[in-house]
């Protein structure tokens, strides 16, 4: 065989196998980096302002709202506080300086989370912050049915707390010293931000591992230009 054709023949057979991998299943360890990915947005966490902040310091259309915000009745400053997580103390009238702890920086530097939000104005000066609480985690997949260009995969999912979700189970450090109306806040608050209904609620107090039941779910996972997206059914 001549080098022409060797080279045709190396080519045909890339080819070939190129396309054989494109037609063939992604293997369960991706299809579950690529489930848990998308749970990432199903994060459950307490955000926090931290800076200057008052009670007018809540600013829409160019200008400030008095929300009533005082942090001893803040939720979710209440419970970073008790967590040992955010120093409050009082500024001005009806404004306080939050900020991280030591504990809190650790925290916030093993969540990998950052400030956002910065707001100014009005003698305000502050940003947010998030305190996670618990991540959805999928396990025990099964599959791949396959269903034209796509692959159904079946599995189960069980809420995973963090430190501070630990903290937060009915007999957690933390949710067993709150008063029944913080408890109620913080049922409100934790899953406030769902009213765009992604992903299942928390439940409140978190769940123990007895009690952290399993669910079932199913993602079908289709190529689009030559990467694996995965669409999440619950």
């Known amino acids: 065989m001549n080098k022409f054709w060797l080279i045709v023949l190396v080519i045909s057979m890339v080819a070939c196998s190129g396309k054989q991998s494109t037609s063939n299943p992604p293997s369960n360890e991706v299809v579950l980096h690529l489930i848990n990915s998308k749970y990432g947005s199903f994060e459950r966490s307490l955000n926090v302002d931290i800076g200057r902040t008052g009670t007018d310091c809540f600013f829409t259309a160019g200008s400030t709202l008095d929300i009533g915000y005082r942090p001893e009745k803040d939720i979710g400053t209440v419970i970073g506080v008790k967590a040992g997580l955010l120093s409050v103390k009082p500024a001005e009238k009806d404004r306080w300086d939050i900020s991280l702890t ?18 100014t104005g009005n003698k305000c000066d502050e940003y947010q912050i998030s305190l996670p609480v618990a991540r959805v985690e999928a396990s025990e997949l099964a599959g791949p049915q396959a269903e034209g260009e796509t692959y159904k995969y079946t599995y189960s999912w069980r809420w995973k707390p963090g430190s501070l ?11 067993s010293k709150l008063s029944p109306s913080q408890q109620k806040d913080l049922l409100q608050n934790i899953n406030a931000i769902q009213d765009l ?16 039941t399993a669910h079932p779910g199913a993602a079908v996972l289709k190529k689009v230009n030559n990467y694996w997206m995965a669409n999440i059914q619950q």
């Open 102 to 119: 030591e504990k809190g920086e650790s925290f916030m530097k093993a969540e990998g989370g950052k400030p956002f939000n910065h707001r």
């Open 165 to 175: 979700g630990v903290e937060l189970r009915k007999d957690g450090a933390i949710y």
């Open 197 to 212: 209904k992604v992903g299942p609620d928390l439940p409140i107090p978190v769940p123990s591992e007895a009690d952290n």
